[in-house]
């Protein structure tokens, strides 16, 4: 059983930045696209962004300027560093690899 252990979510006022972690067995991390996707409630599951072992990255066209993805290779874990944080952001984040998912963590932002 692969287990992707997320942390780094809260509460947090609109406007301010959160930074959620997520580490990964290195069997799975070294060769693996990363991604996070989030879920808020009653809308299904939606990609966020992700990053390639060679550090290219993509982004949700909704975060894209606000959030950043990184990937820290000595320590088998992806970030995603989440600035200016709205409302809508409000969700459980996913982090995602392989098709294994973590168990998630709630990011909620008051308004």
């Known amino acids: 059983q692969v287990q992707l252990r997320e942390s780094g979510g809260g509460l947090v006022q609109a406007g301010g930045s959160l930074r959620l972690s997520c580490a990964v067995p290195l069997r799975i991390f070294s060769n693996n696209v990363m991604a996070w996707h989030r879920q808020a409630p009653g809308k299904q599951r939606e990609f966020v962004a992700l990053i390639t072992p060679g550090a290219y990255t993509n982004y949700a066209e909704s975060v894209k300027g606000r959030f950043t993805i990184s990937r820290d290779n000595a320590k088998n874990t992806v970030y995603l560093e989440m600035n200016n944080l709205k409302p809508e952001d409000t969700a459980v984040y996913y982090c995602?690899?392989?098709?294994?998912w973590g168990q998630g963590t709630q990011v909620t932002v008051s308004s």
């Open positions: 995602y690899t392989n098709e294994y």
